[in-house]
C-alpha cells in the first residue's frame, strides 16, 4: 500500500511540473520553434522574404494581437532572438 503512495505521488509530481514548463517551446531549437510557429497559416517564405518597416519584435506583436497567433511570452522572444540573428533587419 505504502509503495502505491508513493508511486502515485512521483506521477502527481511529475504531472505538475510537466504542467508548468512551456509546452509550445519544450526542447526545440529556435529555428525548429521558428519552422512550427510560423508556417501554421502561410509560407515561412513570407517571413524570410518580409522587407517592411516593423522589427521581428513589431511582427510578432502584430501576429499576436491581430492575426491570433498563440504563443508564450518565452517562445516569442526565442523567436525574436532567431530572426533577428538570421534575418537581421535593415539587410
Ligand atoms: C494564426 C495565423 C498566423 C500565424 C501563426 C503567423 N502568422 Fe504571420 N501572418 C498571418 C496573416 C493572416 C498575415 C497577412 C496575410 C498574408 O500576408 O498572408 C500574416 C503576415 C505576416 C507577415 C507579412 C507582414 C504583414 O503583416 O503583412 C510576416 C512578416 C509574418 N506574418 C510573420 C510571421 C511570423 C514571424 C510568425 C511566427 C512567429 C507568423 N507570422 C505566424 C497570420 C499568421
Same mark, same amino acid.
Given at each position: 500500500m505504502k509503495k502505491y503512495t508513493v508511486l502515485i505521488s512521483l506521477l502527481i509530481l511529475t504531472a505538475a511540473l510537466y504542467g508548468c514548463s512551456d509546452k509550445d517551446s519544450g526542447s526545440l531549437s529556435p529555428e525548429s520553434l521558428f519552422s512550427k510557429t510560423c508556417s501554421e497559416c502561410h509560407k515561412l517564405k513570407k517571413v524570410e522574404d518580409y522587407s517592411g $518597416? #516593423?522589427?521581428? +519584435? $513589431?511582427?510578432?506583436?502584430? #501576429?499576436?494581437?491581430e492575426r491570433k497567433l =498563440? %504563443? +508564450? $511570452?518565452? +517562445?516569442? =522572444? %526565442? %523567436? %525574436?532572438?532567431?530572426?533577428?540573428?538570421?534575418? &537581421? &533587419?535593415? =539587410?
Open positions: $518597416d #516593423m522589427t521581428w +519584435s $513589431d511582427v510578432l506583436v502584430k #501576429m499576436r494581437t =498563440e %504563443i +508564450s $511570452d518565452e +517562445s516569442a =522572444e %526565442i %523567436i %525574436i532572438g532567431y530572426l533577428n540573428e538570421t534575418f &537581421p &533587419p535593415g =539587410e
